[in-house]
């Protein structure tokens, strides 16, 4: 076994080796412009673009041509939103979302506010899933668009995204769907979950990073963008660019093994996450786990370690890559939004950390990790003088802090 | 992120770590923090009577590894210290001597505020050492146990 343990998987993932080896030759041996459209230079990259686009749409069951390559997945969300937003602005000005989504769909929304646009943010239940009722009140005549994310990117809650875009396309409004975290790793069929736009990052599936897809439906409906990104009009003019070859044959690659290795590789994650857990929770005291079991990714783990600031415990277990929602490690300073959202209070919020496992992680890993974390939560909670007080039969929520 | 050596040093070894008793009357406790914004210290002074030499300091903080290294700190200056020098220790030294970036500024605070509510709790407590010893039941102006220190043979703690 290697240190440090990387089990920080939502963040980004390790390039598989067979991603990387399809990506190479693109780099110094084929390595033309796939908009040249008059020598062999031009040819061969297109051909390798065409192939990426049809391993994408494969696992998503969609069309070659409904997939469209960016840079990653903020410029995903923003050209889905924006661009949904932009073109039917004649026919509402009504968007749905949710409090728990990235800030690539977030911030987005924010921004189409200040142009005048109407956002509701449907509330999240404890469990971190959206209630399908609440969905259902929230459209208007004037809805032209909900977003709502397959999988969360912190707590792996999945939401009831083919209820969701069946219930858009009764009401005739579209349906788009951050995947980033669930492609790849669960089940995602744009037809069978009523997906009209969906999108997809390739670092967050052992592709490369910095490429990305958009799925954009082309019939019933025929979903249409202003684009974001004017320019030579590459990709069906939504998306100007140069297109990154390399990138996109990684994409591909990484799609066609995850197609193959999903089932697979599903049930393996979910026995070391179950491993990892039961481990964690038979050796702790008052853990608790943040967002729904059952409607979750097969290898995600959000635990709250009360009594132990998270910062301090990502410090304790410095050979192990793990995230926390604690507002010493966020760029902002406060603790998770998306814990705070699933009413998860700041005092817990602080203690909690996140691990994503991965297709590179071994059972020997989990049991280092599950070791090494108890230890420090101990040590550290004979440091904490909310763990003393707790044992004390003090109610923290009673005591008059000092601020 | 990265810690500066001295940071990890306290997080890794902290001294002083523990609690002394709260009631006693020569121990001073000062808890400063709150659960919501992610750090609380407990700090607890045990202050010589005859001298008002700090001689024992114990902390305990919940926090992320510059507050916990700060608390630390904290229990090593104050203790050999009259209760007036442990005074004068300002978060700017405890920055200095950790390397805190400036987004940890805020544990260093958290350490001095810590320090002086440790003294606080100490001085209020005045009263009753001098009572618990036989001493004067009321004191003139401010309760400052230096100026007014307690007849010997007293009370022990």
């Known amino acids: 076994m290697n240190l440090p343990i990387y089990m920080d998987n939502h963040a980004t993932t390790r390039v598989d080796p067979r991603v990387l080896e399809a990506m190479l030759p693109y780099f110094n041996q084929i390595y033309g412009n796939a908009a040249s459209r008059n020598h062999r230079f031009g040819w061969e990259a297109e051909e390798a673009v065409e192939k990426g686009r049809k391993q994408v749409a494969d696992l998503i069951n969609a069309a070659a041509k409904e997939i469209i390559f960016t840079s990653g997945a903020t410029e995903s969300d923003n050209l889905a939103i924006k661009g949904v937003a932009w073109m039917y602005r004649e026919k509402g000005n009504h968007i749905v979302t949710v409090p728990t989504e990235h800030k690539a769909v977030l911030d987005t929304c924010k921004r189409l506010e200040k142009e005048g646009y109407q956002v509701t943010y449907l509330p999240v239940q404890k469990d971190g899933l959206i209630n399908l009722d609440d969905l259902k009140a929230a459209l208007t005549e004037q809805t032209i668009l909900v977003s709502v994310m397959a999988a969360n990117n912190e707590i792996g809650v999945i939401q009831p995204i083919a209820e969701i875009g069946k219930l858009c396309h009764e009401r005739g409004i579209l349906f788009h769907t951050d995947a980033v975290q669930g492609v790849g790793k669960i089940p995602l069929d744009v037809q069978a979950m009523d997906i009209d736009l969906m999108s997809i990052s390739a670092h967050k599936m052992y592709g490369p990073k910095g490429v990305g897809a958009l799925y954009v439906r082309r019939k019933s409906p025929r979903v249409q963008l202003t684009p974001i990104i004017d320019g030579g009009g590459h990709e069906r003019g939504m998306r100007s660019g140069t297109l990154n070859v390399p990138g996109i044959v990684g994409l591909g690659k990484a799609c066609e093994i995850s197609k193959q290795e999903m089932a697979t590789e599903s049930d393996g994650l979910r026995a070391w996450r179950d491993r990892l857990r039961d481990g964690i929770l038979s050796q702790l005291d008052e853990v608790y786990i943040n967002g729904s079991l059952e409607h979750r990714l097969p290898n995600n783990l959000n635990v709250s370690f009360a009594y132990v600031e998270g910062e301090s415990l990502l410090m304790g277990i410095n050979d192990i890559a793990v995230s926390s929602g604690s507002a010493c490690t966020s760029a902002t300073l406060e603790p998770s939004y998306v814990l705070k959202a699933l009413g998860v209070g700041d005092d817990l919020a602080h203690t909690s950390i996140r691990f994503g496992l991965g297709r590179f992680n071994t059972e020997e890993e989990v049991d280092y990790v599950i070791g090494r974390v108890v230890e420090t939560v101990k040590r550290l909670r004979e440091l904490s003088p909310l763990y003393e007080m707790a044992k004390e039969g003090v109610d923290l929520k009673k005591v008059a802090w000092k601020r | ?157």
Not at chain 2, 98 to 121: Q, T
Request: with cysteine; charged share 25%; aromatic share 6%.
């Open chain 2, 1 to 157: 992120m990265g810690y500066s050596d001295k940071v990890v040093d306290h997080y890794a070894n902290p001294r002083n770590v523990g609690s002394l008793s709260k009631e006693s009357p020569d121990v001073g406790t000062g808890m400063v923090g709150a659960p919501e914004c992610g750090d609380v210290m407990k700090l607890q002074i045990k202050v010589n009577p005859e001298t008002d030499v700090i001689e024992d300091a114990k902390f305990k903080t919940f926090g992320c590894g510059s507050a916990i290294a700060s608390s630390s700190l904290a229990t090593e200056w104050v203790k050999g210290r009259t209760v007036e020098e442990a005074l004068k220790i300002r978060n700017s030294d405890i920055v200095n001597e950790l390397s805190l970036p400036p987004v940890k500024i805020h544990c260093s605070v958290l350490a001095e505020d810590a320090i002086k509510a440790a003294i606080e709790d100490w001085k209020s407590k005045g009263d009753s050492r001098n009572h618990q010893r036989g001493g004067p039941l009321f004191q003139i102006g401010p309760q400052k146990p230096s100026v007014f220190p307690a007849p010997r043979g007293g009370e022990t703690k």
